[in-house]
């Protein structure tokens, strides 16, 4: 019985690591597009050729975060959820200081 309770607990965390990575994904894309609407310039070339392809963008940070949220345990996408915080702070750091994301 233990054991049940066990792994809704774990289903529960990996959910909100899963959970967690796609949204703060969708935050970057969010970022991206405002921050590239106010003329700011992206300094990664190949998102920054994307952007001229809006469909491949949204595949690159939409429909693929979603596919790796399904697909890897939650425990491994902790690396990944905290490099998206930093590049997430980083981005709003630029877009309040006004430097180039």
């Given at each position: 019985?233990?054991?049940?309770?066990?792994?809704?607990?774990?289903?529960?965390?990996?959910?909100?690591?899963?959970?967690?990575?796609?949204?703060?994904?969708?935050?970057?894309?969010?970022?991206?597009?405002?921050?590239?609407?106010?003329?700011?310039?992206?300094?990664?070339?190949?998102?920054?050729?994307?952007?001229?392809?809006?469909?491949?963008?949204?595949?690159?940070?939409?429909?693929?975060?979603?596919?790796?949220?399904?697909?890897?345990?939650?425990?491994?996408?902790?690396?990944?959820?905290?490099?998206?915080?930093?590049?997430n702070g980083w981005n709003l750091a630029q877009l309040v200081g006004g430097g180039g994301v």
């Open positions: 019985m233990l054991m049940l309770f066990a792994s809704a607990g774990t289903y529960r965390r990996e959910a909100v690591l899963k959970v967690a990575f796609v949204a703060l994904g969708f935050l970057d894309l969010l970022l991206t597009l405002y921050a590239f609407s106010q003329g700011f310039v992206e300094l990664n070339p190949f998102i920054r050729a994307l952007l001229e392809r809006p469909w491949g963008l949204a595949m690159v940070k939409g429909v693929l975060p979603l596919a790796i949220a399904w697909l890897v345990p939650g425990r491994l996408l902790v690396p990944s959820i905290l490099a998206l915080v930093a590049v």
